[in-house]
């Protein structure tokens, strides 16, 4: 699963990560969080955000998702809707909830755009 995920993500193969993500277990979203470490500073800068980001939030646990994804300033890409449709975090509003009340300006923006 691993090598899968990093030739999706290597390659920018967007349109492969939902259905990727979507056959993953538990035991496998554990691995591709682990695969994923190292691309945390500078997936940002890449053309390949949108799936470090999609698989961070469909892998990771609150905390890893806090610590992987800082660096994106109120980014979401539009894959994040197909990955929010078939599975939501349990810790997604309190994660965003806690972003606006520290007054994290860039939210506003994204909700525009």
């Not at 940002?44 to 998702?65: E, M």
């Not at 809707?81 to 923006?109: F, R």
Request: net charge neutral; hydrophobic share 40%; glycine share 2%.
């Amino acid at each position: 699963m691993v090598d899968d995920f990093l030739k999706i993500y290597k390659n920018n193969e967007t349109g492969n990560i939902i259905p990727f993500l979507k056959k993953l277990s538990a035991k496998d979203k554990k691995e591709i969080v682990r695969a994923m470490k190292p691309f945390s500073d500078v997936a940002y800068n890449k053309g390949n955000k949108d799936i470090f980001y999609v698989a961070a939030l469909a892998c990771c646990t609150k905390s890893q998702f806090k610590t992987y994804t800082q660096w994106y300033y109120g980014y979401i890409p539009e894959l994040a809707d197909e990955v929010l449709a078939w599975h939501c975090p349990a810790w997604l509003s309190e994660h965003y909830n806690s972003l606006m009340e520290s007054n994290w300006s860039c939210l506003p923006y994204v909700c525009v755009y």
